[in-house]
């Protein structure tokens, strides 16, 4: 089934980055934050611990589900993970770039096929350029998005500093997901190419992914609202 992608950069989305240990507190902040957020990111720190349990829970609430387990392995076990997660219905998951073409065009084709299958809306498809936790130059994450979006991917990962680069030289359509959101330009953990809410929403990023501005603050609702309002 094939996918026209939504691109509005005047209204992005917030993502909820579950990065929980158990069932519990992911419930927790799901239910505290939904339906402020609509989004929550499954990622591989709660997925090991609970597997995909939450995705139902989530669903189930009208939420929505971003499977973020960074798929980086053989053609033919990506492809079989992507099939699988289609029939998760998540509306969206990751590949690592680095990868290669290879497993990528593998991973759009089960998409595509299973979702037609299932007669369902194929998940975005979005490939991890470099981690945020790292430094890296913006013509590097500019060879791994062309890459990725070459491939068929529908998006990628990126910090909101490399958006306009992005958006200059690669003239397809194609979503920007931003983590290393924080509420100052500075960053304090291991994120190390960090932005502001108010950066990544003038850089039009479509999605912005945030778990400890919101997961630690003694206030997560107030926390997100205080981010939601910059949006
Ligand atoms: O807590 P924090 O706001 O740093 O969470 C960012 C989330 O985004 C984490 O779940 C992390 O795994 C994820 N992520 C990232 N960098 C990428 C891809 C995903 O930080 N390139």
Sequence with gaps: MSRKIKVSPAQPEVILALDVDTFKEAKHF?????????????????????????????????????????????PNT????????????????????????????????????????????????????????KKTTSSNVLTLARVGIESGLDGVVCSVKEIPLLRKKIKRIFVTVTPGIRPGRSGHDDQKRVATVKDAVSAGSNFLVIGRPIL????????????????
């Design 30 to 74: 799901i239910n505290k934050l939904y339906p402020k957020i609509k989004i929550f990111k499954v990622g591989i720190h709660f997925f090991t611990a609970c597997g995909p349990e939450i995705i139902e829970f989530i669903h189930k609430l009208g939420a929505q589900v971003f499977l973020d387990l960074k798929f980086f392995d053989i």
């Design 216 to 231: 630690r603050a003694k206030q997560p609702l107030r926390a997100a609202e205080e981010l939601l309002g910059d949006i």
């Design 78 to 133: 990506v492809a079989s993970a992507v099939r699988v997660a289609v029939n998760l219905r998540v509306k969206m998951l990751t590949l690592h770039i680095l990868g290669g073409q290879d497993m990528l065009k593998q991973a759009v084709i089960a998409a595509r096929e299973e979702a037609g299958r299932l007669k369902v809306k194929r998940p975005l498809l979005i490939g991890v350029t470099v981690l945020t936790s």
